[in-house]
């Protein structure tokens, strides 16, 4: 189960608002920046969630603006011929610490920073053994079983649910159940991809 398989087509879905961003003046790495500020205002959201649960769903929002921003930037990169690996590089980083910060502020919403550090790590050790891959001479890898679009798509639609979904399921309200979802399914995914390169290095 990955989204980022359908990269192409987010690309044409989103096209118009590559467009847009060019009338602006914006530029790639502007975007990106962009990308994490929105990302930071998300985690907020969810900060504030804990206490008042309408604001998940002003976070589910925010981080569903997160993604098309993040598909957005190398877009225009490449329709502004300005692609390099300077800006491949801020992308990635950006995108892991919006990735720590989302995270965090889940965790910090519902005082579960065990489960939110298990959630990180696993998120991070996905990321990591995708872009390593690359580092030792193989494609970058996208695949597994949660990529980063699945996360931001799964992280939205729990956030909507948690408007109304308030009160605990075996203990852990519907935000710590997708932070467990992220510990395990992370370190799954991490460990699939790990696999999978070494079985393309023999």
């Known amino acids: 189960m990955t989204l980022d398989k359908y990269r192409s087509l987010a690309d044409r879905v989103l096209n118009p608002f590559v467009t847009l961003a060019a009338k602006l003046g914006l530029t790639p790495n502007g975007v990106s920046v962009l990308a994490i500020v929105v990302a930071a205002a998300a985690a907020g959201a969810f900060y504030l969630g804990g206490e008042q649960p309408i604001?998940?769903?002003?976070?589910?929002?925010?981080?569903?603006?997160?993604?098309?921003?993040?598909?957005?930037?190398?877009?225009?990169?490449?329709?502004?011929?300005?692609?390099?690996?300077?800006?491949?590089?801020?992308?990635?980083?950006?995108?892991?610490?919006?990735?720590?910060?989302?995270?965090?502020?889940?965790?910090?919403?519902?005082?579960?920073?065990?489960?939110?550090?298990?959630?990180?790590?696993?998120?991070?050790?996905?990321?990591?053994?995708g872009t390593q891959a690359q580092a030792v001479g193989l494609d970058r890898v996208y695949g597994g079983?949660?990529?980063?679009?699945?996360?931001?798509?799964?992280?939205?639609?729990?956030?909507?649910?948690?408007?109304?979904?308030?009160e605990p399921i075996q203990g852990f309200t519907v935000v710590g159940w997708l932070l467990i979802v992220f510990a395990v399914v992370g370190h799954l995914t991490a460990l699939q991809r790990f696999y999978y390169a070494m079985g393309d290095l023999r």
């Open 55 to 129: 604001f998940y769903g002003v976070g589910a929002l925010l981080v569903f603006l997160n993604g098309g921003l993040d598909l957005i930037d190398g877009a225009l990169a490449r329709r502004l011929e300005m692609a390099s690996e300077a800006g491949d590089l801020l992308d990635h980083v950006l995108d892991r610490y919006a990735d720590i910060i989302i995270l965090v502020g889940l965790a910090a919403g519902i005082g579960r920073y065990d489960i939110g550090l298990a959630a990180v790590t696993g998120v991070l050790m996905t990321s990591y053994l």
């Open 145 to 166: 079983l949660l990529g980063r679009a699945d996360r931001l798509v799964l992280i939205s639609i729990v956030g909507a649910i948690a408007v109304v979904v308030t």
